[in-house]
């Protein structure tokens, strides 16, 4: 079976323009160069197959999705192009419109590029330095503002843990002469933690040393953020002391030698510091945190609105420039990358419903409202062919993947030389054919209009229209060449040659290779 792939492609201004330049260097080397022009490519399979009597025609959907209607009931008679099921695309059209605005945005912003500065697009871009020089200011007075709240909230929760330590602290020296005086281990092991609690708070006069009350007072007086920092870790520490004492209080009330002691107040006071004391290291520990992450929230948005404003005064400084080759260039990709999510969601919404690829009459339906499908699986619908006769031809495994069911295809019937009709293809059967050790598809192609005198085993020879790109940049496949994984070109520019990498799409045996991204229409691009 013979195999092939033929690109075709129509011109609309000029196919393009081949000279011969003088390349500088060593010696005088003449290059022939193309120049980049746009065009129309149509892809298409060609192969031979074999007339053959009409067969049921079985429907899968080719995306997966959520049966949302059901147009036909089993027996009747459709014609081709009728509305068979439907998927769900709320969801899809929705991304499908995500697409289109992206599309659009990208092809004004190429536009204006274009367009070059003017005195109104600086004055634009001058007023948003300026909106985001404001946005600055407001971001570091908000941020200041916040810290200061979070500073406040800390002082109160300093103010009241100093009176919880104060009153911790007494209760605990009236216990030392009521049940701690004598030289017992559990009376000198007291007096020594309530010594160091004391110390953490009140300090060391005689040694000039500062307690947490000191640090707070301080921060009371003058509170500044280093001064609150600093008496919120000495009175968490002194808190931690004292909470030890309280702590190793209750536990020695708690010995038979105590326990009966022991009156009810001073228990009931006892618990009251212990439950004090740790809701004052909670708030502490809350104050720190708090003041912590609202650090953190303020450089963030900082950060964000100086990005924003050295953004805005890059902008401004490319628009005073104008635009240069390479930023047309980027943008130009992006405008081509965003239609090919259009033209792919396109086809996807168009996927979504199932349509008579011919007429006939409808057969089983396998689907339901509300049922999940999935993509290439079971058949939905199947359809008994008006036609007598059909088209099998078997596609070649490297051609299979650009054909699909709908593709048009031109019919050349041996025994009608003179004569082109028209069909569809209707049906790709998943699954392979071995052929002389080779991997083949058989493809099921559907006329459009029956033909008086075709009889079973005929030969025909089928085009397969698999694809269409209108108005793209088009160069020779011999202008191209490979560099690791890159599609690379030479330009020939201000007589010089540059190495540039391009992305290709569509390409054929006529030399003939869409040009995604990389180059623009008019540069010359040397042909080996």
Do not use: C
């Not at 005689?206 to 001064?227: F, Y």
């Amino acid at each position: 079976m013979k195999r092939k792939i033929i690109i075709s492609v129509i011109i609309v201004l000029v196919l393009g323009i081949v000279g011969w330049v003088i390349f500088k260097g060593r010696g005088e080397l003449p290059q022939e160069f193309f120049v980049v022009v746009r065009g129309d490519i149509v892809e298409e399979v060609s192969e031979t197959g074999t007339v053959k009597p009409a067969e049921d025609v079985d429907l899968r959907f080719e995306i997966s999705g959520t049966v949302e209607k059901v147009y036909v009931f089993e027996g009747d008679e459709v014609k081709q192009g009728t509305r068979l099921v439907k998927l769900y695309t709320g969801k899809l059209y929705s991304q499908y419109l995500q697409a289109q605005a992206s599309h659009n945005q990208a092809k004004a912003e190429l536009d204006q590029l274009k367009a070059g500065s003017t005195p109104e697009k600086i004055q634009v871009a001058e007023q948003i330095v300026a909106n985001a020089e404001v946005v600055i200011e407001d971001v570091k007075a908000k941020a200041e503002n916040d810290l200061d709240e979070k500073y406040d909230d800390a002082l109160v929760y300093l103010s009241n843990a100093t009176s919880d330590a104060n009153i911790a602290l007494a209760n605990l020296r009236n216990f030392e002469p009521k049940y701690f005086y004598d030289s017992s281990t559990i009376s000198t092991v007291f007096r020594s933690r309530e010594d160091v609690a004391r110390d953490a708070f009140f300090g060391i006069s005689g040694l000039g040393i500062k307690g947490a009350k000191d640090i707070v007072d301080e921060a009371i007086s003058d509170p500044s953020h280093e001064n609150i920092d600093n008496a919120l870790i000495d009175m968490r520490n002194a808190i931690d002391k004292i909470k030890e004492v309280l702590d190793y209080t209750r536990e020695a009330m708690s010995e038979s030698t105590l326990r009966e002691k022991v009156t009810a107040a001073d228990q009931a006071a006892l618990d009251a510091d212990i439950s004090n004391t740790n809701i004052a290291l909670t708030n502490i520990s809350t104050a720190q945190q708090a003041i912590a992450s609202q650090k953190i929230t303020n450089q963030k948005n900082i950060n964000s609105a100086e990005n924003t404003l050295a953004k805005a005064e890059d902008d401004l400084a490319d628009t005073k420039a104008g635009p240069r080759d390479v930023d047309i260039a980027v943008y130009s990709a992006k405008v081509d990358k965003a239609r090919a999510s259009v033209v792919e969601l396109q086809q996807k919404l168009s996927d979504a419903t199932l349509k008579a690829p011919i007429g006939g009459v409808v057969g089983k339906i396998n689907v339901k409202i509300g049922e999940t499908v999935i993509a290439g699986g079971e058949r939905a619908i199947s359809l008994i062919s008006a036609s007598k006769f059909q088209i099998e031809v078997d596609i070649y495994e490297e051609d299979i993947v650009r054909v699909d069911t709908g593709d048009p295809a031109d019919i050349s019937v041996v025994a009608f030389p003179d004569e082109v009709l028209k069909g569809k293809v209707i049906l790709i059967d998943p699954t392979e054919k071995i052929i002389d050790r080779v991997v083949y598809y058989e493809v099921t192609v559907d006329f459009e209009e029956p033909k008086q005198g075709i009889k079973p085993m005929m030969t025909a020879d089928i085009v397969i229209k698999t694809a269409f790109r209108e108005s793209v940049l088009v160069i020779p496949e011999d202008a191209i060449y490979r560099e690791d994984d890159k599609f690379m070109v030479q330009v020939f520019k201000d007589d010089e040659i540059e190495e540039r990498e391009i992305e290709v799409g569509l390409k054929g045996s006529d030399d003939m290779v869409e040009v995604i991204s990389g180059l623009e229409e008019g540069e010359k691009v040397v042909v080996e």
